[in-house]
């Protein structure tokens, strides 16, 4: 009796065994971010002898007499979606809707790229430079920003860079919708709040006086602390007898600061009126800002990572790139939660306004599923004692043989 007749159970064991670490892996990855669950499969041993054939009573036939064991192999569901919940990180992440995309990272020692689904991402000083890193230190890919706002085209790693401040936006334009009263006064003030380059703000007084001896008619002077408002000629505002605004519908300033600095103003007046009764601002837009300090950096809508200032103001830093491939589900798993392209796989494809599929301040949970895997456990126990049954009862027989022979 040959020794062979143990090859099934002893490819048996080891293959389930192999399976129960496999499940044992997934298992113990159940709160692993972006972690996508692998499974054992198996096929058929076959030796070397060839294939017996011969004509029976319904012609000819053939058959394997060499089927030797089980053999195994892992697949890892790589476009399996895991859940998404939200997270408490500003520079967490997660791709929902989309199972064929991902995130590139970059190994700063060899220079390989990677991909994963993991985006619990974090701030790494390396060099003195603020790289955004993932959970391995690896640094994030993207596009980052120009100075407009807009991003590059080429993808490269994404630093943390942006000024600890940003300057005023000098008022350069205003509009403003208002009433002056058609009797019983004989001035009006309107308050206007303009910047001016050097982070200055204050309130321009806009003073409307009655014009003696002229129907509807006001001249306008313009008040104000810390600066000096002049205008090209005397500026004289002429109302039709209905209170609808006839001329001028602009008037032209400038804001001289007492820091030396100084501010051109456009003002539309166009939407005001001279109408019975109070006076009263319904209206006023105007495009100056104070300057800001940084508050905090996160990624926000469609991947963008950028900076918030104490003014309201935001500064784009980069965009968060995604890529796909042709066969997702043959990429190499090099851990759990990283990916490198291979043959099978196809090389990666940049996404196209991927940001679609970004949800900022949240993560792709684990795929692995433990009612799933404690079933398999299950399984592959019973099947590791069957095989091992039947190794024992091979020994046994063997064991015939060799008193047989004594």
């Known amino acids: 009796m040959a020794l062979s007749i143990f090859t099934p159970s002893v490819t048996g064991m080891d293959s389930q065994s192999h399976a129960l670490q496999t499940v044992s892996t997934n298992i113990a990855n159940i709160n692993t971010v972006g972690y996508k669950s692998s499974e054992t499969m198996f096929y058929t041993l076959l030796g070397s002898a060839p294939v017996v ?121 205003v509009q403003i919708g208002a009433n002056v009263p058609a009797d019983g006064v004989e001035s009006s003030s309107y308050g206007i709040m303009v910047y001016g380059p050097n982070d200055n703000a204050s309130n321009m007084n806009m003073v409307f006086h009655k014009v003696e001896d002229k129907a509807n008619a006001w001249t306008v002077t313009f008040e104000m602390d810390g600066a000096v408002v002049s205008s090209a000629e005397p500026i004289e505002v002429q109302f039709s007898s209905d209170g609808k605004l006839l001329t001028p519908t602009d008037i032209n300033i400038n804001v001289a600061w007492a820091d030396g600095s100084s501010n051109a103003i456009a003002l539309n007046i166009e939407n005001m009126t001279q109408y019975a009764g109070s006076s009263g601002i319904t209206n006023i837009k105007q495009d100056g800002k104070e300057g800001g300090s940084f508050k905090e950096a996160s990624v926000g809508k469609n991947g963008v990572i950028s900076a918030l200032y104490s003014n309201g103001q935001t500064v784009n830093i980069a965009k968060l790139a995604l890529s796909s491939f042709a066969a997702p589900d043959n990429l190499t798993a090099i851990s759990g939660t990283l990916f490198e392209a291979n043959g099978a796989s196809g090389n990666a494809v940049l996404i196209e306004d991927g940001g679609e599929y970004l949800v900022p301040q949240a993560l792709e949970q684990s795929t692995a599923n433990v009612e799933k895997e404690f079933s398999k456990m299950v399984v592959i126990q019973r099947a590791y004692g069957m095989n091992s049954n039947a190794f024992t009862v091979a020994d046994e027989m063997l064991e015939v043989v060799r008193d047989l022979k004594a």
């Open 53 to 173: 054939k011969g004509n029976g009573a319904n012609g000819l036939q053939s058959s394997r007499v060499d089927t030797n064991g089980v053999g195994y192999y892992d697949r890892t569901l790589v476009s399996s979606q895991g859940q998404v919940v939200a997270s408490n990180s500003n520079f967490d992440v997660a791709i929902n809707g989309n199972s064929n995309a991902f995130f590139t990272v970059r190994d700063s020692y060899s220079g390989d790229e990677y991909y994963t689904r993991a985006g619990n991402f974090r701030i790494q000083m390396s060099g003195g430079v603020p790289y955004l890193v993932a959970n391995n230190g690896m640094h994030v890919q993207g596009y980052v920003a120009n100075e407009d706002g807009s991003f590059g085209t080429s993808i490269e790693d994404i630093v943390l860079n942006y000024p600890d401040k940003i300057p005023a936006t000098p008022t350069s334009s």
